[in-house]
């Protein structure tokens, strides 16, 4: 028996949000110290006596969690935004380069205000959430750029757009190395989480800093996620419809793009989420990107919080970043994808 769409999405959202729960649930019970579900029910709602718990949860686990759901959602969504744009598969904001230049100018946002992001002064509050904007600036250059080499007699150049994406990639990470070669040991260390992918350091300021950014764009972008649909026609036929084509794509895109330059702020950059979770949600449950885009922001949620355990628990003691176990799956996956289009060209 075939499944409506409906049934589709309900059935979909079902499975990855126990999927999700899961990872949640094997994030949050890892760890040097092992708790149970009633340790962990009790400590949550404000029945245990013990301290230990308390901190172990609540500074040091569930602030890890958080934002890697919160960094997962934000990636899926940018992710389907970027390719129904684009109207290429293998559209992805860290494949782009948007990753790369919104660390760089967070990179240099720590050199410049060095000490102030670790302290616990109103100082350090602001500097944390000042960063999302200057990711945003960087996010912002590097589209105009990618644009500005990619467009060609009115049109995007799909292949001079990926090609551009990763030079200009490329070099933002070398910058960033450079600037944080530069710094000293402190915030060195923290530059490095930026660049490498990570989010073992997360904390409650963090989640403050993001969450309004993922909360308004989000909505922004599923408000007008209908419109990917009609991306998918020619400029000629959009046009016919009475959509304003550029003027949506351009809010589009600069609401992808903040949304992220939130996610680079506190994580780092982290490829391949946008590129994968919007693939898993096609195959879910079809084309219709209005669909798409919730089953992608809970795709990105299981990938990252899932990918984060991995990260911490394979090595233990130590751990690995977590962007680097979402390239341990993403690129064999990009490959795939690169070598299916070719196939089908």
Known sequence: MRLSIGS????????????????IYLHITSGSYTMTVGDISRT?????????????????????????ALVGAGLGIAGTVMQ??????????????????????IVLYIFFFQGMIQSETIGGWLAVLMMPIFGFIGGLLVALLIFAFSWRQGTLDMQRLILTGIALGTGFGA???????????NDFEMATVWTTGSIYNANWIYIYAMLPWIIILGAVLYRKSYLLNYFQLS??????????????????????????SACVSVSGGIAFVGLIAPHISRRLVGNDYRYNMPIS????????????????????PAELAVGIVVSIIGVPYFLYLLAKANKGG
């Open 44 to 68: 949550l709602f404000g029945l245990s006596d013990d301290r230990k718990l308390e901190l172990v949860i609540f500074q040091f686990r569930l602030p890890r969690i958080v934002i890697g």
């Open 175 to 185: 910058l960033s190395l450079y600037i944080s070669l530069k710094m000293n040991a």
């Open 8 to 23: 589709k999405l309900i059935l979909s959202g079902m499975i990855i949000s126990l999927l999700l729960l899961l990872s």
């Open 84 to 105: 129904g744009v684009t109207r290429n598969g293998l559209a992805d904001p860290g494949i782009l380069g948007i990753n790369a230049g919104a660390g760089t100018a």
């Open 235 to 260: 400029d000629d036929s959009i046009r016919s419809l009475g959509i304003r084509n550029e003027r949506e794509k351009a809010i589009l895109l600069l609401a992808s793009i903040g949304l992220v």
């Open 297 to 316: 922001a809970l795709t990105g949620m299981v990938l990252l919080v899932f990918s984060d355990y991995i990260a911490k628990t394979v090595f233990a």
